[in-house]
Structure formats: C-alpha cells, structure tokens
C-alpha cells in the first residue's frame, strides 16, 4: 500500500518533505490541544458526577463487587499489609490495585481523588487513539478517531469508575502502538528501509514490546493470549529472515515471561504453586459455563458451594476449571447457545443497567454504536489499511468477543477495544465522506 498523504493523495514512494510534515502538525497541533483538554474536562465533570450520586445513594462505589475488592487490595498495598482479600492471595493481578494505592498514597482515601486520576489517564487513552491513528493512516484520522472515544458517553463515564478497564485500555493501546512498530521494521516508505535499522534498535523494540503486553496482562489477565497472537503476526508480516523472525518471537515471549516471573514467584511462596495470572479464571469460567448459566454473570454458586472451606486457593481454580469442562462436554448445544447469547451481550449498543434508566441516555448509546460499526465497515471496504493495521485495530475485539463468548458477555468487557476499532471507523467515516464528494 503506497504512501497516504494527509489529503488523502498518494505518494509512490518516500516519506513527505521535513517542511511539510512541519506545517501539517502546525495545523492539527492546537486541534489536537483542544480536543485533549475537553477530554478531561468531560472526565472531570463526570468524576464529580458520579461521585455525587454515589454519596447520595449511600454507597461509596456505582460497581461495587470488582470495585470493593480493588479498593481494599489497593489500601493493602498503600499500608504495607500482605496482599490478600477474602482469605485469597491470587485472586487479582495486581496491576490496576497499584495504581489506585498510589492514588491512596498521594491523596489519601479520596475515591473521588482516584477517579481524577483515571480521568487523566482516560484521557491518555484519547491521545493514545489519535497516535494509533496518525501511525496507520494519518493526523486526521488519528484526530475523528480521538475525537469519538473522548465525547461518547460510556467511555467518558466508564473512565472515572473504580475498574480495572481505563487502566488496561491505557497498557493496551500503548502495547499495540509498540507492536506495529515493531512489524513495521524493514516496512519500506513509513519505516526503515531492510537491512538500515540496528541490531540493538530490533533488539529493544523487541523487549519494550514484550513487556509491555506483560504489564497489561498483570492488569487483565485475559490479554494473555495477545502474546501468542503477536508471535504469530512476527512469523507471517515481519519482512526479515525466518531465523530472525523466530528471535524475534523469542524475544517477545522472554520479556513478557521476565515481567510477569516477580508475581509468579511471589504466588509460588504464597501457594506453593507458580501462577502468573490468577486464580480466579476458574469460578470465572464456571461463572459462564454451567447448569444455570444464563450469559450473565452470577457468582452467588461461589457463595453457596463454599469450596474455600475445604480446598486450598488452587485446588478451588482447579476444581471449578474441571467442572467448567465437565459442563461442556456434556452439553454442547447449551455450549453454543450460551456463546450466542454472550456475544449479543457483549456487542449490545448499550449496557445492561442503562436499558432501564432514561432512555436518552440508552438512544445516544445505540447512535454511537451504529455509527462506529458503520464507519467500521466502511473502513474495511476501503482497504486503505495494511494487514498489521488491521491486526492491531481489529484484532482486540475478535480476541476478547471469542474470549467472552466463553465466560460471560457484557458491554463493559467491550469497550476498551473501541479504542482502536476507532480508528478504522475513522478511515472508513473518511473513505465514505471522500467519495460522496466524488
């Protein structure tokens, strides 16, 4: 694919002049500005608001569960106390739990102060979108797609809530942004020519990738598989030899192993066993495989079983794990019913809560996303992408809608691979407009 300049013209060959380039960030810089401080202040607003309405109805979280466990873990971190909850050492990585100890640390017990803090780093998804953005295609797709996950209304109030999602979307698009530049190594006119980039260059992209997918594992532990997939992007798009191909893959899996080995090895004094995600995967998989399953999340089984009374922390991931296989083979029908129903709520325009709530707020939630899987669909009949672009804007949603059509389905586990399915809605909202006008 040649070259793309910013009107949207082809060049044959080369980067555009230095002068130019200058101009056309001139331009889009006091744009880009603009839009990142509206962002925030949108965040901003929203933090107060939520917390607002939380206080009122005498609860200090608008999720509590996921959020009150974070929060306690977090406060374990900021006094020095063993990382444990529920009588469990593994049950969360510990990725987002240190991001809001460090909030405690500076701040105090303020959750309205660790709402501002995701704020800022909603944001730093916002600008994250728009260098995805600018890298596969150009400044103004980077900016339509910055602009759409910085005013629609569930990623501006998913940002301040007490979840892990903000912070694992901020790790994975920076994780993607490192992947692609690490494919398009010997990539032609957008990167070094073959043979031009240094050992030593190949060799840190190579390790800042890998442990970069490592940290945002230890922030959702479902980005797992990203790594295997990433291997298999190396061995089919990097244009270098097979034998450098296979260092490379090598490379990616040592450093993200290195990144994820202290938690391991902490998990192994605690429970005699290495872990490096958690042990919670295997009520999670029972939680959207078993006899009453609806798609749904309902952990109140783990309640009522009270397994932990007479197992140890792995032997109740083991044992839910195995019952979750044991449901599978013996119903597969319900298997893939189950599946269907999950990926439904998992593509669902609008979240569970907010079918009962002001309908407005459910109507802009449908406009959004129609809009988004409209332009989307126009961006991949453009084909004004490369096949490691389309990986990196498209592969996250495949990965987590196979990976929820497993355990359960919901709005929620959806949002953070909008961000970079953003930006090829933003090529096909340009490819669309552009030949209207022709």
């Known amino acids: 694919m040649s070259a793309r300049t910013e009107s949207g013209a082809t ?3 080369g980067a555009a002049p230095v002068t130019d380039e200058l101009e056309i960030a001139a331009q889009w810089k006091p744009l880009f500005l603009l839009l990142m401080a509206a962002a925030l202040m949108l965040r901003v607003v929203m933090a107060f608001v939520v917390e607002r309405h939380v206080q009122s109805a005498g609860r200090p979280f608008l999720i509590e569960g996921d959020a009150n466990g974070y929060w306690e873990l977090a406060e374990k971190i900021a006094t020095g106390q063993d990382y444990a909850i529920y009588g469990r050492h593994v049950l969360r990585v510990p990725g987002f739990p240190l991001l809001l100890a460090a ?6 017990n303020s959750v309205l102060a660790a709402r501002l803090l995701l704020a800022v780093v909603g944001t730093g998804c916002c600008c994250l979108t728009y260098c995805l953005g600018r890298q596969v295609h150009t400044r103004r797709v980077g ?3 910055a602009l759409y996950v910085a005013i629609c209304p569930l990623h501006v109030g998913n940002s301040v809530l007490i979840l892990s999602e903000t912070l ?12 692609l530049w ?3 190594l010997g990539g032609g006119a957008r990167e070094d020519a073959p043979g031009r980039t240094c050992s030593w260059r190949v060799f840190c992209r190579v390790l800042v990738t890998g442990a970069l997918i490592g940290v945002t594992v230890l922030t959702r532990p479902g980005f797992l598989p990203w790594l295997i997939i990433s291997c298999a992007a190396v061995l089919i798009l990097l244009k270098r030899s097979l ?3 296979a260092a490379v893959c090598t490379g990616l899996a040592l450093a993200c192993f290195l990144v994820l080995l202290p938690w391991a090895a902490r998990n192994a004094t605690v429970t005699g066993h290495w872990v490096f995600t958690s042990l919670w995967s295997g009520p999670s998989l029972y939680d959207g495989l078993n006899p009453q399953a609806t798609g749904a999340s309902n952990m109140q089984f783990f309640e009522d079983d009270n397994v932990m009374a007479r197992m140890s922390e792995f032997e109740m991931n083991q044992h839910y794990t195995q019952e979750s296989i044991a449901f599978a083979r013996s119903n ?4 893939v019913s189950l599946a269907v129903t999950k990926a439904a709520a998992f593509l669902s325009p609008v979240p569970n809560f907010a079918k009962t709530e002001v309908w407005v707020f459910s109507v802009v939630c449908v406009v959004c996303w129609l809009l988004l899987t409209f332009s989307t669909v126009g961006g991949l009949a453009s084909r004004q992408w490369e096949c490691s672009d389309l990986l990196v804007l498209v592969g996250p949603l495949v990965l987590f809608l196979l990976v929820h059509m497993v355990f359960v389905g919901s709005v929620r586990y959806r949002l953070p691979v909008e961000f970079p399915l953003s930006v090829l809605g933003a090529i096909g909202w340009r490819h669309i407009v552009l030949c209207k006008r022709d």
Not at 103 to 108: D, M
């Open 243 to 245: 034998a450098q191909r």
């Open 168 to 179: 694992f979307t901020f790790w994975m698009l920076v994780s993607l942004l490192s992947l």
């Open 143 to 145: 900016f339509w797609a």
């Open 103 to 108: 909030s405690i640390k500076l701040f105090g």
């Open 332 to 335: 597969p029908g319900r298997v």
């Open 182 to 184: 690490l494919l398009r």
């Open 11 to 13: 060049e044959s060959s």
